[in-house]
């Protein structure tokens, strides 16, 4: 099994120190989803979604890859066939500990996007409803480059091209209750993949899944990874 496909949440970046969004004292705990992350709410009450994303701007600065963001790095540096990193998260954690090809569905926190002018640019400061576009000059159309709820995921032509080519899928940290990408594993398996779940504990689509391995990310990914490197090697193995 040579072509591989990984979807990545939430779970993967939490013991970085980035919350999850639907685990107890989640994200989504917090704050009203309705108001920060639809286009609704943005059009209701900019001001309240930019200091949203203001702040965790400013928390995704203050925290480092961990060893399941790294380990993925080191698989994909060593996978000898096809491999693609798909990721819900909008942190910059997988590209800082050397992922190269990496497809941001859900968008990029340190991306800006203008409205009126269609440029999308790097932002690690604060913006406000009325902070001017660097390239335009125009006021008023900034937005975060995320994808809101009742948005379309980017780059998802991309995404099934790999799925239905490919023979192993793994999903990591992802409560498997958002679509698309909750769906990821059924395209997976349809196309003959065999498909591992690695996650804190069963997701949702869990029975979707051939083979799972539950504990935190940073022990079960560098685990698995150590494995199926293991088995690329030695050209024997179920997974390859
Ligand atoms: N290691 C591994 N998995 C973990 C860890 C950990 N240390 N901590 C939590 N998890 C798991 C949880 O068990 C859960 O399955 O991570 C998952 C987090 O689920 P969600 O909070 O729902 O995050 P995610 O699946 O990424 O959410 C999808 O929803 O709100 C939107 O746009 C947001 O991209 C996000 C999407």
Partial sequence: MRRLVILTGAGISAESGIPTFRDPGGVWEKYDLEQVATPEGFRRNPDLVHEFYNARRRDLLRVEPNAAHLALAELERSWPGEFLLVTQNVDDLHERAGSRR??????EL??????????????????FTRTPCPFCGKPGGLRPH????????????????ALIRCELFVAIGTSGTVYPAAGFVEVARRAGAHCVELNLKPAENAHLFHEHRYGPATRVVPEWVREVLEESLSGSGKAL
């Fill in 146 to 161: 995320v994808v809101w709820f009742g948005e379309t995921p980017f780059h998802l032509e991309e995404v099934y091209e």
């Fill in 102 to 107: 990496v497809i941001h569905i859900h968008g």
């Fill in 110 to 127: 340190l991306k800006v996007r203008c409205e009126v002018c269609g440029r999308v640019f790097r932002e690690t400061g604060k913006i």
